[in-house]
């Protein structure tokens, strides 16, 4: 089917190990982008990528790494998981920095 | 950095009552969106509205944003309008704030 998805939708981990969160999208869409919502933090933007090979650091980068070798795909890591990473992450996608987002359906994220 | 501030943080209303959204943002942007997650989690935009006033059936927004301010207006309220509503903006060329969302407005529509 069209559109973005996101892989896993749950997740249980433990503090220290590796986690990868998948995006993938069929729009080809150049910009992605990766949020986590936390209560009393709303969403907060962790990466983005403007296109293939192309990233930058969003507001809360930190502990995070994220790449891009194709366009319909933006996977982010929790190289290692900590606590503080327990969250609901979302993955967008849109056209450019001044269109629609179009959002996934979100991975929640538990690390015990 | 930019600061967007969303009131009211909780809106209760009856249905089919009227009522206003409002985004407060600390300095000049050239993006702004409403989107609206409903109770099951799934994020939706609503507007990309960096200035104007756009409408979509019965809901409306309008970016004053010499002003620093943009209103979501939901008319002839149904219970599926209920969700948390956020506004973000983008101020490009500022790297630290690329896209900055507000803490939302948690709508509750009463049948």
């Known amino acids: 089917d069209a559109g973005i998805t996101q892989s896993p939708r749950y997740k249980i981990t433990e503090t220290g190990r590796q986690v990868t969160l998948m995006c993938h999208q069929t729009?080809?869409?150049?910009?992605m982008f990766w949020y986590r919502q936390d209560l009393g933090h709303g969403l907060r933007l962790i990466y983005y990528?403007?296109?293939?090979?192309?990233?930058d650091k969003g507001e809360v980068p930190d502990g995070y790494v994220v790449s891009r070798s194709k366009t319909e795909n933006f996977p982010l890591t929790l190289e290692s998981a900590t606590r503080s990473q327990t969250s609901v992450y979302f993955c967008?996608?849109?056209?450019?920095?001044?269109?629609?987002?179009?959002f996934g359906p979100g991975t929640r994220l538990l690390v015990l | 950095g930019i600061q967007v501030e969303q009131s009211p943080p909780d809106l209760i209303l009856q249905e089919g009552a009227n009522s206003t959204l409002r985004c407060n943002f600390s300095?000049?942007?050239?993006?702004l969106q409403w989107f609206h997650q409903n109770p099951w989690g799934q994020l939706i935009n609503l507007f990309y509205?960096?200035?104007g006033t756009k409408q979509n059936g019965r809901l409306s927004a309008t970016t004053v944003a010499t002003e620093r301010y943009s209103l979501l207006y939901i008319s002839s309220s149904q219970t599926t309008d209920s969700g948390v509503y956020f506004c973000?903006?983008?101020?490009?060329?500022?790297?630290?704030?690329?896209?900055?969302f507000g803490k939302g407005t948690r709508l509750h529509i009463l049948p």
């Open positions: 300095d000049s942007v050239n993006n």
């Open positions: 509205i960096p200035s």
């Open positions: 973000a903006v983008e101020k490009s060329g500022d790297r630290d704030d690329k896209i900055i």
């Open positions: 729009w080809s869409h150049s910009y």
């Open positions: 990528s403007a296109a293939a090979d192309i990233t």
């Open positions: 967008a996608s849109s056209v450019s920095l001044e269109r629609t987002q179009y």
